[in-house]
C-alpha cells in the first residue's frame, strides 16, 4: 500500500458531463502529481502542486483543471469529456520535488460513453 | 523532445533465471531515474531509484545499473518470481512542460514468467 488514496475507483460517465477526482495523498506528502495512462500513450504528466500551489503542467488539456487544497489533498477536475479521454488516472505524491520517488495511487478508471 | 524509452515492449523468462530490462534517454540533463513495476488493476510501484552520480545500485533481488556515457538505464532482478510479472517502466527527470518535477515515463516492457 502507498499510501496514496483515489476515489473514486471507477467512474462511468457520458460526453459532455464534468467529474472529479479526488487524491489523498500520503501523510507529510507535500507534493501531488496527476498523471494519465491510456494504451497508446502511456503515462502522462498533466499537473503537480506543491504545498497548495500549482507548481508544473505537462500535457494537460485546457478543459481539465486541478486544485490541492489546504488539507493537502487534490481534485482533478475534467469537463466537457470526450471519448479519448476515457483513461486511467493516477495521483501521485512525494516528500520534495525532484529526487524523490513518486509514490502512487491505484487510480481512476474513467470511461466515457 | 527529450524522451524516456524502452527496448523491447515484452520480455519472457523463465521462472529462477535473471531478468534484465533495458531503457534508453535522451535527456543529457537527467540527473534522477526510477523504475517502476505496475501490475495489472494497480498503480506504479516503486522499486529502485538511481542518481546520475553513481552507476550502480542494488536492493533486494534487483540491481539497477546506470550508463551515462551511452544514456542507458537498466533493471535486472535476480531469481524471478511469478510475482515479478508486470510492466516495468523506467523514469527520469526532465522537462515535463513546467520545468519541474514531473517524471517523464517510458511505455514499459511486460515481464511475462514462464514457469
Known amino acids: 500500500d502507498s499510501g496514496v488514496t483515489q476515489t473514486p475507483k471507477h467512474l462511468i460517465t457520458a460526453t459532455g458531463q464534468r467529474v472529479t477526482l479526488r487524491c489523498s495523498p500520503r501523510s507529510g506528502d507535500l507534493s501531488v502529481y496527476w498523471y494519465q495512462q491510456s494504451l497508446d500513450q502511456g503515462l502522462q504528466f498533466l499537473i503537480q502542486y506543491y504545498n497548495g500551489e500549482e507548481r508544473a503542467k505537462g500535457n494537460i488539456l485546457e478543459r481539465f483543471s486541478a486544485q490541492q487544497f489546504p488539507d493537502l489533498h487534490s481534485e482533478l477536475n475534467l469537463s466537457s469529456l470526450e471519448l479519448g479521454d476515457s483513461a486511467l488516472y493516477f495521483c501521485?505524491?512525494?516528500?520534495?520535488?525532484?529526487?524523490?520517488?513518486?509514490?502512487f495511487g491505484n487510480g481512476t478508471r474513467l470511461t466515457v460513453t | 523532445g527529450e524522451s524516456v524509452g524502452l527496448h523491447l515492449p515484452t520480455l519472457s523468462v523463465q521462472e529462477g533465471d535473471n531478468s534484465i530490462i533495458n531503457c534508453a534517454y535522451s535527456n543529457s540533463a537527467s540527473d534522477y531515474f526510477i523504475w517502476y513495476k505496475q501490475e495489472s488493476g494497480k498503480g506504479p510501484q516503486f522499486i529502485i531509484d538511481i542518481r546520475s552520480n553513481m552507476d550502480k545500485r542494488q536492493g533486494q533481488r534487483v540491481t539497477v545499473l546506470l550508463n551515462k556515457t551511452v544514456k542507458h538505464l537498466s533493471l535486472q532482478i535476480a531469481a524471478t518470481q511469478p510475482g515479478d510479472s508486470a510492466v516495468y517502466f523506467c523514469a527520469e527527470t526532465g522537462d515535463s512542460g513546467g520545468g519541474a518535477d514531473g517524471l517523464t515515463f517510458g511505455k514499459g516492457t511486460h515481464l511475462i514468467i514462464q514457469p
Open positions: 501521485a505524491s512525494s516528500a520534495q520535488g525532484a529526487s524523490s520517488p513518486l509514490h
